[in-house]
């Protein structure tokens, strides 16, 4: 994925229809976006992504399961999602991760299928994309497992503070600044956010959610 200009490096473009979503591409180039990284929240959207990435210059995708999502997980996706990742316009695993705020899914079923999908994207030499929302204890411990240790990842949209970027920013990781830095009760991540360099942060919209 080599690209100059903007990128956003997070936006769920399968939620609009097909002729709305060329609409946002296209008002999106005219301000100079040049990049733009979809995220599946399901298996079910991965050949709707791929076509899209296929179709739109400057579009790529990421296959995987949101933690919403993680009590559909069956034997054999694991095999179909690695076949997935094969395609060249699939650029990362996820969106994945832990969502407690929700709880959507059961945790346990969560972290073993944050679980799983973190040790695919090490064996196919990927980063995952990370969504963490009040499971900053648990993330934490999944990331310190030995397991692990070799995993590059986004944390998509940072919510956490300093103390959590302190832990993390020695990893291979990246992690994304949305519209949410602005909002009045993110004082956190603000402070977080110097902790970083440069090339370690990643501009998103979380569109259209964000």
Same mark, same amino acid.
């Given at each position: 994925? &080599?690209?100059?200009?903007? +990128?956003?490096? *997070?936006? *769920? !473009?399968?939620?609009?229809?097909?002729?709305?979503?060329?609409? #946002?591409?296209?008002?999106?180039?005219?301000?100079?976006?040049?990049?733009?990284?979809?995220?599946?929240?399901?298996? @079910?959207?991965?050949?709707?992504?791929?076509?899209?990435?296929?179709?739109? $210059?400057? /579009?790529?995708? %990421?296959?995987?399961?949101?933690?919403?999502?993680?009590?559909?997980?069956?034997?054999?996706?694991?095999?179909?999602?690695?076949? !997935?990742?094969?395609? $060249?316009?699939?650029?990362? #695993?996820?969106?994945?991760?832990? @969502?407690?705020?929700?709880?959507? %899914?059961?945790? $346990?079923?969560?972290?073993?299928? =944050?679980?799983?999908?973190?040790?695919? %994207?090490? @064996?196919?030499?990927?980063?995952?994309?990370?969504?963490?929302?009040? &499971?900053?204890?648990?993330?934490?411990?999944?990331?310190?497992? $030995?397991?692990?240790?070799?995993?590059?990842?986004? !944390?998509?949209?940072?919510?956490?503070?300093?103390?959590?970027?302190?832990?993390?920013? @020695?990893?291979? =990781? #990246?992690?994304? +600044? &949305?519209?949410? /830095?602005?909002?009045?009760?993110?004082?956190? +991540?603000?402070?977080?956010?110097?902790?970083?360099?440069?090339?370690? !942060?990643?501009?998103?919209?979380?569109?259209?959610?964000?």
């Amino acid at each position: 994925m &080599s690209v100059s200009g903007l +990128v956003d490096s *997070h936006c *769920h !473009l399968q939620t609009f229809g097909g002729e709305e979503i060329a609409a #946002v591409l296209d008002r999106a180039r005219a301000r100079g976006v040049t990049g733009f990284l979809a995220p599946a929240s399901r298996l @079910d959207e991965a050949e709707e992504l791929l076509a899209l990435a296929e179709r739109e $210059p400057g /579009v790529w995708c %990421a296959l995987g399961v949101h933690p919403h999502e993680a009590a559909s997980w069956q034997p054999g996706d694991e095999r179909r999602l690695a076949a !997935l990742l094969a395609h $060249p316009r699939a650029v990362a #695993v996820g969106e994945c991760g832990l @969502d407690f705020h929700y709880d959507h %899914a059961p945790r $346990p079923v969560q972290e073993a299928v =944050f679980r799983t999908q973190c040790e695919l %994207a090490i @064996d196919l030499g990927l980063p995952v994309i990370v969504h963490n929302r009040e &499971s900053d204890d648990r993330l934490l411990a999944l990331l310190a497992e $030995p397991a692990l240790a070799p995993l590059a990842a986004d !944390l998509h949209s940072f919510a956490g503070g300093a103390a959590m970027a302190r832990r993390l920013r @020695d990893r291979p =990781f #990246v992690f994304g +600044v &949305s519209g949410m /830095v602005t909002f009045k009760k993110a004082e956190n +991540v603000r402070e977080a956010l110097p902790l970083f360099g440069a090339d370690q !942060l990643l501009v998103e919209t979380d569109s259209p959610y964000l």
